[in-house]
């Protein structure tokens, strides 16, 4: 006769498996450093653990007149095919019928929504506040391209074309050339901040529009040389963020001044 | 052999019949695609394989030249092989939950098609999972999935491919389980032949167990283990198309954040398993001569079960774009009218036509229901809902973010992507579609395509009987307490003299009914409309 597994011992055993599978799982989302809550960004300023700066961007749209510097000179210094934009500016309509512009940078988002959908944990955040992406470990899923209400992402589609010596290391700072069969955007210019340079886009922009903002020593400079106090700056002309219902907390603020409505909730004021 | 094995006693049916001659019959009808080798065998299967390997060609070219030669564009990110993915893992739904809901229901009519249907669902799983593969920008680095370090517990990705993994492996057990109690009949009905093969599946029935032989006890409990796996089948099944669409809706667009996505989504999966299900099993019916055991019942009551999931379906197709056309927000009303009106019109329709009300009406009319209108109504749903998916995935993957949201007054400013079709994505659907006859032609020349010891328990005399009873007067017509009284069948008294002889003899099986149950003798063979000869006593007006 061969060994008999009752049915209640069978199960018995099926529910400490399942109970034991669950146990390990919540070890491992402890061991992976997943924030279940997810709701809580990092303090904008003040004591934020080791990181000296916490990187943000000012878009003054005043002034942007449309002339798309910031997209080229980005997809230049970074060996970009031309539909890549890191930076792009969008022709917009405002209420009135008249026309402005809206450049468009990653966010930069306090709590990133294309972070926890990466099934190879390829995106990562710095302690700097940068989302950035490693290519040498993407999978191209395109979930995070999915899951961006920002459209910054975009898709290596081919290979890039061939470039020359770089200055920085290919890694997620400085993801150039880019992979094939991975997904890309914009770092800020992560790997030329510690060395005191501007991202390409701000300082290519004539019109002085885009700011680089530090929410640690709470100051922000654009191209021209302007220089502001970011926290003044920002409370004195009314900053807004793009699409903060979807509760991303964006690190670029937009100051508005053509009547423009920068969220789709913001319609009915 | 033991004596412990199922015993072959020869025991007389109702009628006089000879139990063992009716078993041989099933079991010559289970072994002939394995002993026969019929002319159309290998023009189909390397008809079938030139289409693989086109796919694979195509494949090998997407890999060298990249995505973008698929039509993907990032304004189109997500397509074919997205659509694909859900499609073929929701197909394979099909087989395994129609054979564990009807083990778990003891529907005895079942017998001859679980081998089929759970065949279905072992061939279209791994094809769908296949998917994965055109679908990455990245294949080479697949591994990471399976590296532990790398894992990101919070990617819906992720689970996906734990869900679907697990799942796979159920599916395997699900298949092998009923396989082992056939095992030792296949290895005998093999023992005089030569040839490679014969040998092969000897060796191949001795390593999955035939030699060690089934005992009552080790029956008993093989069945127990079905019908936990079938009841854990059902749970898997679910979570594997929840996860998969959780995959879209942890998005902030519109027609892929929705709250009705995990449900649509396993609906979707029931309502074309259940099709294909119909399908391959009307292929298989007419190419191994099944048609003494596969009668149009089957078709029928398949059928009803799929116009119940296609009613489902398309009441929450009605609830989905009634609700979001109801919301003022540009993104949803313009996503809406893209499906409706605009570019995706065709696509839509033709899911609302031919996967939504066709099936229904082909259902519902009595003229209608028979195989040919099952087996139309089975492959009119598979098509039009791998088109639905279509419909699903591509719209909201080419909607403007940016400027939906800036618009103001709710116009809709920004440019729409598009998808275009190319040949790469196209070949390797079509390829992955004739893998599925291709891979059941070939698993049937290995095993048997009749579960042999589950018919010769269920496909009993008294089973049939009542199943004719319920169909002929509906339940409703005769009180429980007039019911004929169903014995458990023991293992022995097997076999279904009435299913398997087609001339009149066969009514008279219908007279005498075990516990001396007695049908009036005036009683009358009559088609019932749904194919079914049975046994109807005067004055049962319809």
Redesign the interface.
């Known amino acids: 006769?061969?060994t008999?597994?009752g049915?209640r011992r069978?199960l018995g055993s099926a529910v400490a498996g399942g109970v034991g599978a669950i146990a390990l799982?919540a070890l491992?989302?402890r061991l992976?450093g997943?924030d279940a809550a997810g709701a809580t960004p990092t303090p904008v300023s003040g004591s934020s653990g080791v990181a000296t700066h916490q990187w943000a961007m000012v878009i003054d749209l005043r002034y942007c007149n449309g002339c798309k510097l910031c997209t080229t000179a980005c997809q230049a210094a970074h060996f970009l095919h031309p539909?890549q934009t890191w930076i792009?500016v969008?022709s917009?309509?405002?209420?009135a019928g008249e026309s402005y512009f809206?450049p468009?940078p990653c966010m930069m988002c306090e709590d990133p929504?294309c972070v926890?959908?990466?099934?190879?944990?390829a995106n990562i955040r710095t302690p700097e506040g940068l989302t950035l992406v490693d290519q040498s470990?993407?999978?191209?899923?395109?979930?995070c391209?999915?899951?961006?209400?920002?459209?910054a992402r975009?898709?290596?589609?081919?290979?890039a074309e061939r470039v020359p010596r770089q200055p920085f290391p290919q890694e997620p700072a400085w993801p150039v050339p880019q992979?094939?069969?991975?997904?890309g955007k914009c770092i800020f210019c992560a790997a030329m901040l510690p060395a005191g340079k501007l991202p390409e886009c701000i300082a290519s922009c004539p019109m002085g529009t885009l700011y680089l903002g530090d929410l640690e020593s709470d100051v922000a400079v654009n191209g021209l040389g302007a220089t502001v106090k970011l926290s003044s700056f920002l409370a004195e002309n009314d900053a807004v963020k793009f699409?903060e219902s979807?509760g991303t907390h964006p690190r670029v603020y937009y100051i508005l001044g053509h009547g423009?409505?920068?969220?789709?909730d913001a319609?009915a004021g | 052999m033991s004596d412990e094995q199922v015993s072959t006693a020869t025991v007389s049916g109702p009628n006089g019949e000879d139990i063992a001659e009716a078993r041989e019959h099933i079991r010559a009808a289970a072994m002939r695609p394995i002993l026969e080798n019929p002319r159309w065998w290998w023009p189909a299967v390397i008809a079938l394989g030139a289409v693989v390997v086109l796919g694979l060609v195509a494949w090998a070219v997407q890999l060298v030249?990249?995505?973008?030669v698929a039509g993907?564009?990032?304004q189109a990110?997500?397509a074919v092989y997205e659509a694909d993915l859900v499609a073929f893992i929701g197909v394979s739904y099909g087989g395994a939950v129609v054979s564990a809901i009807l083990r778990l229901t003891k529907a005895g009519w079942r017998a001859p098609l679980t081998r089929i249907a759970e065949a279905t669902a072992l061939v279209t799983l791994p094809i769908g999972m296949l998917f994965i593969l055109p679908?990455?920008?990245?294949?080479q680095?697949?591994w990471?999935?399976v590296?532990?370090p790398?894992?990101?517990?919070?990617?819906?990705?992720?689970w996906d491919?734990f869900a679907v993994s697990t799942y796979l492996l159920a599916t395997i057990v699900f298949f092998y389980l009923p396989l082992v109690a056939d095992l030792q009949v296949a290895a005998d009905r093999l023992a005089g032949e030569q040839g490679l093969r014969a040998r092969f599946c000897r060796t191949l029935y001795r390593v999955l167990g035939a030699d060690r032989g089934v005992?009552t006890?080790?029956r008993r409990?093989l069945e127990?283990s079905i019908g936990?796996v079938a009841i854990m089948v059902i749970p898997m099944a679910v979570s594997v198309h929840s996860v998969l669409s959780f995959?879209?809706a942890?998005?902030?667009?519109a027609g892929?954040l929705e709250t009705i996505f995990p449900v649509y989504f396993v609906v979707a999966a029931l309502y074309s398993g259940i099709a294909l299900v119909v399908v391959t099993i009307a292929a298989f019916r007419r190419l191994f001569h099944l048609e003494a055991f596969i009668h149009p019942r089957h078709f029928v009551r398949l059928g009803f079960i799929m116009a119940a999931f296609g009613a489902v379906y398309l009441y929450l197709t009605f609830t989905e774009y009634l609700i979001d056309g109801y919301s003022g927000?540009?993104?949803l009303a313009a996503w809406v009218r893209q499906d409706l009106t605009g570019r995706y019109w065709i696509p839509f329709w033709i899911y609302f036509v031919a996967a939504g009300v066709l099936p229904l009406v082909i259902m519902a009319l009595r003229q209608t229901r028979t195989i040919g209108g099952v087996v139309t109504a089975s492959g009119l749903v598979v098509a039009a809902l791998w088109v639905k998916r279509l419909v699903i995935v591509v719209p909201p993957?080419t909607e403007?973010?940016?400027?939906?949201?800036?618009?103001?007054?709710?116009v809709l400013?920004g440019n729409w992507g598009s998808y275009h079709f190319t040949w790469v994505p196209i070949s390797i659907t079509l390829a992955a579609t004739a893998a599925i006859p291709l891979l059941l032609l070939v698993l049937f020349r290995f095993v048997p395509v009749l579960p042999i010891a589950e018919m010769e328990e269920l496909e009993s005399y008294e089973e049939e009987l009542s199943e004719a009873i319920e169909i002929t007067a509906g339940p409703e017509r005769l009180r429980p307490a007039e019911r004929p009284y169903r014995p458990l069948v023991p293992p022995t008294s097997a076999c279904t003299p009435v299913a398997l002889s087609s001339d009149g003899s066969a009514q008279s099986g219908f007279r005498q009914l075990p516990g001396g149950h007695r049908w009036p003798d005036s009683g009358q063979a009559a088609n019932d409309g749904l194919g079914v000869q049975s046994p109807r006593p005067d004055g049962w007006a319809r």
């Not at chain 1, 917009?92 to 209420?95: L, Q, W």
């Not at chain 1, 992979?179 to 997904?183: A, I, R």
């Not at chain 2, 403007?400 to 709710?410: D, K, N, R, T």
Request: hydrophobic share 35%.
């Open positions: 006769m061969a008999r597994i049915r069978f799982g491992g989302e992976a997943f539909d792009d969008f917009m309509t405002n209420a809206m468009r929504p926890p959908v990466c099934p190879v944990s470990r993407c999978i191209g899923t395109r979930i391209m999915n899951s961006c209400p920002y459209q975009y898709f290596n589609w081919e290979d992979v094939k069969g991975t997904v699409k979807y423009q409505d920068v969220d789709a319609e | 030249d990249g995505l973008g993907y564009s990032d990110f997500w679908h990455l920008g990245s294949p680095r697949i990471e999935l590296w532990p790398y894992w990101n517990l919070s990617s819906p990705i992720l491919f005992t006890s080790q409990l127990g936990l995959a879209f942890s998005s902030s667009r892929y927000t540009s993104g993957a403007p973010l940016v400027h939906s949201s800036l618009a103001s007054g709710g400013a």
